[in-house]
């Protein structure tokens, strides 16, 4: 059948003026031809079915037209733009949506932004949340996604740190369209979105990263699980002893062996297992011809607890207590082809639910049978199954399983198992090409040293991914949020009279997310500092934001160096008992609400910070207190909150937060 990656489609936006693949699946050794805004090209698909062309750089514009030929099947499309593709992702402050009925989660005023005229050359693409937590699997495409043409109800849902941004590169870049492909998930930590040989590579054996993959289990973490193991196998003896004295008559069943128990059609599906014990499901079918002196790929879906499969009575895969996470991985078992008969071939599994609600849980249309590598051939395997239920323990069975090692925030249930998101969001994305990614992320590893060096690592591998060594990022740093409001929230107005802390954890993320302009190329940062609200960890003004998201990538992205950007800290010079404090970019430097500058500390040797009092003096800021006689060191925003930012110069763009002393950042 032919088809596409359903990153493909029509109303998408491809990049303009570059090679950009389009990658799709045929019947194997088909021809596949492919017209598109004027041109044709032409290939065979591989073994696997799979087929992919190299379209030419194309200028901006369209509409164009698209159609792909394979035998006698075709798929048309009559709406296939050329502009600027942006990724973005990250977290909530990226998947906050424009509206919404969350008053707490939507934009601010975001009645304005859908009361405006759609805009036909600017297009959406929603990955939607998927994780894919399999260590071994990632997800090869999407599913259930499709561009969209902008209008207030897809507005409305979409990211609208994305959106506004987007707008803003269709006012200033009229004739040239814009694709926005939104992949993001709240709360999410920087190590979901970076693939599993990363940790291999940086090394991060450590006790909080323990639970990353098994090979990077600790040895703390390790004598846990073999004691787990322990008393897991215990268990499991305790549970096969109860149907010890039939376990030959299970075994027979098992190979379809004569003198074996009743087997019936799965009664119901999911097929729940209430009670602790052991079924049986088995199945017998004709192995398709193409499939003989090939190694399969038997998928399963889901099951609980433990399970041992058997091909033609031989035992060929086992999920085990000792299987890494085992009560939540899609089963799937390698056939060798050694293994396989011509014609009729059979299946069947011994199942052991541990306690309370267990069983084979699917869903149907994971339940598939196909040659290895090879998703074209992939064949439906759910129906025809037989099911016997096998033994119960009985009412006086006093057995309880071990509780797993708790694997806290990496728990492969959280969407911040290692991974997960990179695998089952990110590397679909893999054929498509993109002008740049706007990153706003950070916010779950504050104050986390690692970060820096897990941020340098995803610029790498999401540059390697999408063939681009040079793909800029812009990066949003971290808003005001004071973070222990949850637990202790003090009057608004005792925000700026709080004690100054010497590494306060959304102040040294900021710090880090500064300073990865200078360990990568081409990468952008937009501050938000001054846009925080300081007990909401989701600030609404999204519309300020994507307005800079965008000044930034065209300045990044584009090469538009006249775009301006806010001041930076340079330097700070010792006059007295004041620290002179010098600005790059300082023009018509000045405060947004006419007031003094606020949210200054300074120190001396003693290690002590005091808050200071600040003037201005044309294009520096002198600051002092008069309890440091000698000051060394100077800071402005290196707090969780402050209400009093507002440095900014000319074009209202904010001082960034800075501390004089600043440590040397490594990888």
Not at 146 to 155: C, G, K, R, V
Request: with cysteine; aromatic share 12%.
């Amino acid at each position: 059948m032919l088809k596409t990656d359903h990153v493909f489609g029509e109303h998408m936006v491809l990049q303009h003026s570059r090679s950009v693949p389009l990658c799709g699946s045929a019947t194997p050794g088909a021809v596949v031809h492919v017209t598109l805004a004027g041109k044709e090209y032409q290939t065979q698909t591989a073994a696997d079915g799979t087929w992919r062309v190299e379209l030419e750089p194309q200028a901006p514009g369209g509409p164009f037209a698209c159609r792909i030929v394979s035998g006698q099947e075709s798929i048309q499309w009559n709406d296939i733009l050329f502009g600027e593709v942006l990724l973005c992702s990250g977290q909530s402050n990226m998947e906050m949506p424009v509206g919404g009925k969350d008053p707490y989660f939507r934009c601010k005023d975001f009645e304005k932004l859908l009361a405006h005229e759609s805009d036909p050359w600017l297009r959406l693409f929603d990955t939607n949340a998927i994780r894919c937590v399999s260590p071994d699997c990632c997800r090869k495409e999407l599913e259930k996604t499709l561009w969209t043409p902008d209008s207030p109800s897809e507005a409305e849902r979409f990211s609208a740190a994305a959106y506004c941004c987007g707008r803003n590169l269709r006012k200033d870049h009229p004739n040239v369209p814009v694709g926005l492909v939104h992949a993001s998930w709240g709360g999410s930590r920087i190590e979901t979105w970076l693939p599993q040989e990363s940790f291999f590579r940086l090394g991060l054996l450590d006790e909080r990263h323990e639970n990353i993959v098994p090979p990077l289990l600790n040895f703390r973490h390790q004598k846990r699980l073999e004691s787990f193991s322990r008393k897991m196998r215990a268990f499991l003896q305790k549970v096969e002893a109860c149907g010890e004295s039939d376990s030959g008559v299970w075994q027979k069943g098992l190979t379809f062996a004569p003198g074996g128990p009743q087997y019936t059609a799965v009664p119901r599906w999911p097929c729940r297992i209430i009670r602790t014990g052991k079924s049986f499901f088995r199945k017998k079918f004709m192995l398709p011809e193409s499939f003989l002196n090939r190694d399969l790929i038997l998928s399963l879906g889901g099951m609980g607890d433990s399970e041992v499969v058997y091909w033609n009575g031989e035992k060929i895969s086992e999920t085990a207590p000792e299987t890494f996470c085992y009560w939540c991985l899609e089963r799937r078992c390698r056939i060798p082809k050694e293994k396989l008969r011509p014609g009729e071939n059979w299946v069947a599994f011994s199942l052991i639910n541990h306690i309370g609600l267990g069983g084979w849980n699917g869903p149907a249309e994971r339940i598939t049978l196909m040659p290895e590598g090879s998703g074209e051939e992939e064949v439906a395997f759910f129906d025809g199954w037989e099911f016997c239920p096998g033994f119960e323990a009985p009412p006086s069975f006093t057995g309880i399983p071990p509780t797993p090692p708790d694997q806290g925030i990496f728990a492969p249930a959280s969407p911040n198992y290692p991974s997960s998101l990179y695998q089952g969001m990110i590397y679909p994305l893999r054929n498509m090409r993109f002008r740049g990614v706007l990153w706003y992320q950070g916010c779950s590893n504050a104050g986390e040293k690692e970060y820096f060096r897990l941020h340098t690592e995803l610029f790498d591998v999401w540059r390697n991914l999408f063939d681009d060594p040079d793909l800029p990022f812009i990066v949003v740093q971290l808003a005001s949020f004071y973070t222990y409001a949850a637990n202790f929230p003090p009057p608004l107005a005792w925000i700026n009279e709080l004690p100054t802390e010497e590494e306060p954890t959304y102040a040294v993320t900021r710090e880090m997310q500064d300073q990865l302009r200078f360990a990568r190329s081409r990468i952008g940062l937009v501050s938000a500092i001054d846009l925080g609200e300081p007990y909401d960890i989701h600030p609404r003004d999204k519309i300020t934001l994507g307005y800079r998201l965008a000044k930034e990538f065209e300045r990044v992205a584009l090469g538009q160096n006249e775009i301006p950007q806010g001041p930076e800290f340079r330097l700070a010079l010792r006059e007295g008992n004041a620290l002179r404090v010098f600005f790059d970019r300082a023009e018509g430097l000045r405060t947004s609400d006419g007031k003094m500058p606020g949210a200054f500390a300074i120190g001396d040797e003693t290690r002590l910070l005091w808050a200071a009092s600040a003037r201005m003096e044309g294009g520096t800021i002198v600051v002092s207190h008069p309890e440091i006689a000698h000051p060394t060191r100077v800071r402005y925003a290196f707090a969780l909150a402050r209400t009093d930012i507002n440095v900014c110069n000319q074009w209202d763009l904010p001082l960034l937060p800075f501390r004089s002393d600043i440590p040397v950042m490594g990888e």
